[in-house]
């Protein structure tokens, strides 16, 4: 093995970026090898490829500090992968969205992760709820948990572990790497309180929400009562006058004189006395007037 450093470094770029997947060490050590057939010869190719290709890693992982990938060891080896912080502007390559998964899925992977071996009627011994067939099939498609075979109790019933995929899926070399389960309480009531004040000012908003919608709701109500009355005072006025039949005029000219004629005799009855003796003087004035003209005449 005999390239310049420089070179050994672009050659591992170069087939970290083209394999597609991780390689590990060994992987790598098998690009410097020479085709022979002396076994023990290749070994040795093999041992002092790994010291150089060791320090060609740490330099790209150091290249890569001011670029948006960076290149990280995990559990099936070396890769390139995009930085955290730079995966949710990229994320419109795909078409598809991001998988959403569900609290009882992480629940029981991290079981699984923390407690293995273990049985599914343990996990749900641990979180108090049945564990859903297709959670656990779900795990199985993803490759992230495998049967490591059967417990030696009545039923005989499975025991799960996590696989490499697991490992590399959460950039993770082994499972020590893992977080403490500590820091993972911390982390679990943070989120609850978080939960549970985002609940109460849900609950408050809804409340004041149905408040001033039953107020609308009250206010609404009084108009329609309102404007009912008052049809219901309008139809029965309507319903009044329909029923009330109007006044007809059905004297004729004839009963109007009668009961003229009728009502004089009683309309002098009832003259007042002043009235009567003012007109007695008033015809015998008339009435000598009438004997003088006579006796003139003579």
Not at 46 to 65: F, G, N, Y
Not at 177 to 184: F, I, S, T, W
Not at 222 to 250: G, S, V, Y
Request: proline content about 5%.
């Amino acid at each position: 093995m005999s390239e310049p450093q420089e070179q050994l470094q672009h050659i591992i770029e170069a087939a970290l970026l083209a394999a597609g997947r991780p390689l590990t060490l060994d992987h790598l050590s098998d690009l410097f090898v020479t085709m022979t057939e002396d076994e023990s010869m290749a070994n040795e190719e093999r041992k002092v490829a790994r010291k150089r290709i060791r320090p060609a890693l740490k330099q790209l992982q150091a290249d890569c500090e001011n670029r948006g990938f960076e290149l990280v060891e995990v559990a099936s080896g070396w890769r390139f992968q995009v930085k955290q912080h730079i995966a949710p502007h990229i994320a419109g390559l795909w078409n598809s969205r991001p998988s959403r998964y569900s609290r009882a899925m992480l629940e029981t992977l991290a079981l699984i992760a923390y407690r293995q071996p273990i049985t599914r009627s343990e996990i749900e011994k641990i979180r108090g709820v049945s564990v859903s067939s297709e959670i656990m099939k779900k795990l199985l498609d993803y490759d992230w948990i495998r049967v490591l075979g059967q417990k030696s109790t009545p039923g005989h019933p499975r025991i799960y572990g996590t696989t490499t995929a697991f490992l590399d899926h959460f950039s993770l070399q082994q499972l020590g790497d893992l977080p403490p389960l500590d820091e993972l309480k911390d982390t679990a009531l943070e989120e609850n309180r978080q939960l549970n004040e985002d609940a109460e000012q849900s609950m408050q908003e809804g409340l004041k929400q149905a408040d001033q919608e039953k107020q609308e709701q009250e206010i609404e109500k009084r108009r329609l009562a309102k404007e009912a009355a008052e049809q219901k005072e309008a139809d029965a006025a309507a319903t009044l006058q329909a029923d009330t039949p109007p006044l007809e005029n059905t004297d004729s000219a004839e009963d109007s004189d009668q009961f003229n004629e009728d009502a004089e005799p009683v309309m002098q009855e009832h003259l007042p006395q002043d009235d009567q003796e003012e007109k007695e003087p008033e015809a015998e004035h008339v009435l000598d007037t009438y004997q003088s003209e006579e006796m003139d005449s003579i």
